[in-house]
């Protein structure tokens, strides 16, 4: 045995598992509990949008995925902007059941492949089957039919759930083979942190270089990304995750939503977004009220752009749902004036519970009811004909 090899080896793996568990910090960073949580910035306005009255298909679809957001998350935000939210604007809503192939409790690969392709497979996978067979999603499928697509995501890219509508992969932790897998679509837009999985690999490529070569413009900090509105674009918000909104994040959601919006509604053919709101999830990992609550409010300001767009455009459908609840939330008590919330929890993993389902635009009323999780895709490609 030759032992340069061998350390080497050691090293490398090393290497691989600090990388890996840096990217799982918001699973382990849990100092203490922080139940109560008090409003720190002004409310923000909620416009009434009007809902289109049309029996046609829609066009466009912007599918929001708040991951970990149940019932008492979206309260949360409610309670914390004073009683009001851009969610309460819809009134077409159900329940969506999000069981697992593998677990009664799903995680974020399992459901976001759910989400993506209208198939339950098992905790862990990215857009593939219970048999690890890669599944064509919904992203991919309004690809083929000429629209304009991307993804965006307030976690790193390459992270589960906007992984699963782009790559399809056994494991969920394989981020540099997840970042490969964008290089093998048409992608159009795609914002979000985890550059450094494109960039710092094992196998030294810059897939940033491929990237360009593909028609790409790669872009840094949301600065450079929102001045762009046309093209293809690649943008990267962080190394790895990003910054939580309390730590600094700012505006960059909602910006990149509309930034997105901007550039896919130049394509003729109608487009297909997917934007998540990745850190109410961790708020749950983290029993952190102050997380859920100012992540929650956050994806609602993305959602609000969304509506914004959908009122004007009229043929834009737009979902709002979770993969999961985190945390087993509760509320205990709460304030509409001090916009305080105290909070509790069962779990510092994901619940079993129902997730709300929230439709605007055309065909909305079929998102009513008793859900589960796979129909939800099922239901936007018979509405989108692809
Ligand atoms: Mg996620
Ligand atoms: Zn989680």
New binding site residues.
Partial sequence: MNYTYLILAFAGFGLLSTSLSAQNDYLTNKSESVKNFTRIEQTYPVAIVTEPNTTNKPKNVIFLIG??MGVSQVFSGIVANGGNLHLKNFRNIGFSETQSASDFVTD?GAGGTALSTGERTYNGAIGVNADTVAIQNIREKAELRGKATGVISTSSITHATPASFVAHQPNREWLETIAADFLKTNIDVFIGGGSKNFTHRRDKKDLTVDLKQKGYQVAYGIEEIAKINSGKLAGFTSDYHNKSKLEGRGNELPIATSTAINILNNDPDGFFLMVEGSQI?WGG?NNNTGIIVTEMLDFDQAIGVALAFAEKNKETLVIVTADHE?GGFSIENGNFTTGSVMGNFTSDD?SGVMVPVFAFGPGADLFRGFLKNTDIPKIISELSGY
């Fill in positions: 991951d970990g974020s999830d990992h985190t994901h």
